[in-house]
C-alpha cells in the first residue's frame, strides 16, 4: 500500500464508510417528520404528507456513495497505448455533495490528472470516481485527498494531481451570506510533487493547453 493511502486515516477507507447498523425507511421518515416539526411546521398538513417519504428518497440519491467502492470503478485498465506515458487529464467534471458539518449543498468542478504506468483507465470512470466521493456527506478537503488516494491505490501511477473548485452554500445562504466566493484545494503526489508539473497541471487545467 503506497504512503498516501497509509497516511489516510480510516474516515478515508471506503469499507470504513459503511455502517451495518443501519435505520429502518421508516425511521428515517419519521426521522424528517420531527425535524419538520422543530422547523414550526406540521408534518400533517397537505404540503408536507408525503414530503418524509420524498426526503429519505433523495437522501438515498444525494448519499449513494456509501453504495459505492472505487476499487470497482478502477478496475480495468487498458494496457495496449502504444507505450504512451504522458500525462492522462480530464477536467471540467462536474460534482454535487452535501457538506457534512450542515448537510447543505456544495457543488463545482474536479480536476484530475495522472501519469500512467500499468495502462490506462477509461475517461468516464474518472467522472465516476468523482460521484462516489461526492455523494456522501464531505468536507472538500477530504473529497480531494480520496480521490487522489483511489487512483493512487488502484492504478498505481507515476504521480496523480487533483484540482477542486466549488462554491459551499453553508457559506452562501448561510453564516456570512458570501454568494459566489470559491474555495479552492488541490493534492499532488509522486510526479506532481515537482513544481514545474504543478504549473504544467495548472496551466491544462485554465487554458487547455501546455
Excluded at 422547523?39 to 408536507?48: I, K
Aim: hydrophobic share 40%.
Amino acid at each position: 500500500m503506497n504512503d498516501v493511502v497509509k497516511s489516510l486515516s480510516p474516515r478515508l477507507i471506503p469499507a470504513a464508510d459503511k455502517s451495518d447498523d443501519r435505520p429502518t425507511r421508516e425511521e428515517a421518515e419519521a426521522a424528517v417528520r420531527t425535524l419538520l416539526r422543530w422547523a414550526g411546521d406540521d408534518p400533517q398538513r397537505e404540503g408536507l404528507l408525503e414530503t418524509p417519504k420524498r426526503v429519505a428518497k433523495a437522501f438515498k440519491e444525494f448519499y449513494s456513495g456509501y453504495e459505492d467502492d472505487p476499487k470497482d470503478v478502477l478496475n480495468k485498465i487498458f494496457a495496449e497505448v502504444e507505450g504512451y506515458d504522458d500525462i492522462v487529464l480530464v477536467r471540467d467534471i462536474p460534482f454535487y455533495s452535501h457538506c457534512e458539518h450542515h448537510m447543505v449543498p456544495f457543488y463545482g468542478m474536479a480536476h484530475i490528472a495522472y501519469y500512467p504506468t500499468k495502462g490506462v483507465v477509461g475517461l468516464s470512470k474518472l467522472a465516476r470516481l468523482v460521484e462516489v466521493y461526492a455523494r456522501r456527506l464531505q468536507t472538500q478537503e477530504t473529497m480531494t485527498a480520496q480521490i487522489a488516494a483511489a487512483i493512487e491505490q488502484f492504478l498505481e501511477p507515476r504521480g496523480v494531481a487533483v484540482m477542486i473548485e466549488a462554491e459551499h452554500m453553508c457559506m452562501s445562504m448561510r453564516g456570512v451570506q458570501k454568494a459566489g466566493a470559491m474555495t479552492i484545494t488541490t493534492q499532488f503526489t509522486g510526479a506532481f510533487n515537482d513544481a514545474a508539473e504543478q504549473v504544467r497541471f495548472l496551466t491544462l487545467v485554465r487554458h487547455g493547453k501546455a
